[in-house]
């Protein structure tokens, strides 16, 4: 018998706390601090990431949980109930990234601020949550991958805790969510050197976000025994991963090559330059 970590962290006034909720929230509290540093090098307001958060998060959170239900809807048609039950997941990343991005066009718009700056300063910090967040699927016990030995789990090296939260239904599973995190983290260690180092025009970080991330995940849900499926059998988010890898590269080749009047993204500016 393998130690499991318990999912709840503790009890507030009778009401359990999940570990999953304090991993979230800490990811997104780090992600907007790391945004809110970098808007103000760019010559944003100190606000605009706050209050572009205030509008985004709810919209995401609700974007994310119907996406998963819309592709997952047979057993909230029986339980119509279970739609408003996200305490133990059920929340899908695509989904809240779809949803937030729709919210930040339309408040960029009505700001005057230009999209694709903005874009490219919450792109890091959308990645360091999303290798946050998936430790919360680690301590609630989900999107884990195939049956799998003790023996390769060391084999990678894994800290012991891991491991033993790996023992899920009588079995070793493959740590998916560490997998995804550790590609986000990567990919975010490598946005960051890029932005520092390397002349880049305005779009081409979160550009190379959305192609960073949409490879690895497919590759990694391709693993997962938890994905939602189209009607053929297809792994959904295994499509959408595909369509936005086609379509990251596209327009990062479209906006390098075809595009002379697109500015630099320019750091250190020290006044609200950022108009469209």
């Keep these: 018998m393998v130690a499991q970590i318990n999912r709840v962290a503790f009890e507030l006034f009778g009401l359990q706390i999940y570990w999953y909720a304090i991993i979230i929230v800490s990811g997104i509290a780090l992600a907007l601090w790391m945004s809110n540093r970098e808007a103000v090098r760019v010559g944003l307001k100190e606000d605009d990431m706050t209050n572009f958060i205030l509008w985004a998060l709810p919209i995401a959170i609700i974007g994310a949980r119907l996406y998963y239900i819309l592709f997952d809807l047979e057993p909230y048609l029986a339980d119509p109930i279970q739609i408003f039950n996200t305490r133990s997941g059920g929340l ?19 700001n005057f601020i230009d999209p694709w700056l903005f874009l490219d300063v919450v792109a890091p910090g959308v990645m360091l949550g999303q290798a946050m967040g998936r430790w919360g699927n680690f301590t609630n016990h989900e999107a884990y991958g195939g049956e799998t030995t003790r023996q390769f789990l060391e084999s990678l090296h894994l800290p012991q805790f891991i491991i033993n939260n790996m023992y899920i239904d009588g079995a ?3 740590p998916t969510f560490f997998y995804e995190s550790m590609w986000s983290l990567l990919g975010l260690i490598l946005i960051l050197i890029i932005r520092k180092k390397v002349a880049v025009k305005r779009g081409e970080l979160f550009l190379g976000y959305v192609t960073w991330y949409s490879f690895g995940r497919f590759f990694v ?9 189209f009607f053929g059998g297809l792994r959904v988010s295994q499509v959408l991963s595909l369509v936005l890898f086609v379509g990251g590269i596209a327009l990062l080749y479209y906006r390098r ?3 002379t009047d697109i500015k630099l993204y320019e750091r250190d500016q020290g006044t609200n330059q950022a108009l469209i």
Excluded: N, P, W
């Design 172 to 174: 070793f599973r493959q």
């Design 257 to 259: 090559k075809k595009r």
């Design 92 to 110: 899908a990343i695509y989904g809240g990234l779809i949803a937030a991005v729709i919210v930040l066009i339309v408040y960029t718009r009505h």
């Design 221 to 229: 849900e391709g693993m997962r025994t938890d994905s939602l499926y």
